[in-house]
């Protein structure tokens, strides 16, 4: 079991070496909405990349997974398959967001060795989302 210091120090060393793989710019919170943004995350059960609208107006954050989900059938016909859409997801402090996200299970961040496979899920499938939203994001921010 790591402690908490070393912990930190093993996350940061995770994150320096997938941007030392893969060094690029990633879309993340760079989308030019409200409250909408690319994630990465893991932990020491899986990997996500995921998509969290986060609107504060119900109405605004529906109207933006709405038109995700319209978009579906292109999304993982053409760019990424296996994703799971939520429009209602509850975190763990209490707030309720609308997320889409994909995963891959069985990886650690804590185990190295998983390391290589947790990069290369997170370019592939966040290479993918980034490439869909470039391509659809001016229908995606009309929601008025």
Do not use: C
Not at 26 to 43: E, G, Q, R
Not at 55 to 74: Q, V
Not at 76 to 104: A, M, P, Y
């Amino acid at each position: 079991m790591y402690s908490k210091e070393e912990t930190q120090r093993l996350k940061r060393e995770f994150w320096v070496t997938f941007a030392d793989k893969y060094p690029r710019k990633w879309v993340l919170y760079d989308t030019k909405i409200k409250d909408f943004s690319f994630k990465f995350y893991v932990d020491n059960k899986k990997a996500q990349v995921l998509i969290d609208i986060e609107h504060r107006n119900d109405e605004k954050r529906y109207a933006y997974f709405e038109k995700l989900e319209a978009l579906k059938n292109i999304l993982e016909e053409e760019f990424i398959t296996d994703l799971v859409f939520e429009k209602e997801f509850n975190l763990e402090n209490g707030k309720t967001i609308s997320r889409i996200w994909v995963e891959k299970l069985d990886v650690s961040v804590s185990n190295r060795k998983y390391w290589d496979e947790i990069f290369d899920f997170y370019n592939e499938k966040m290479n993918a989302l980034e490439l869909f939203y470039l391509e659809y994001d001016t229908f995606i921010k009309n929601i008025d």
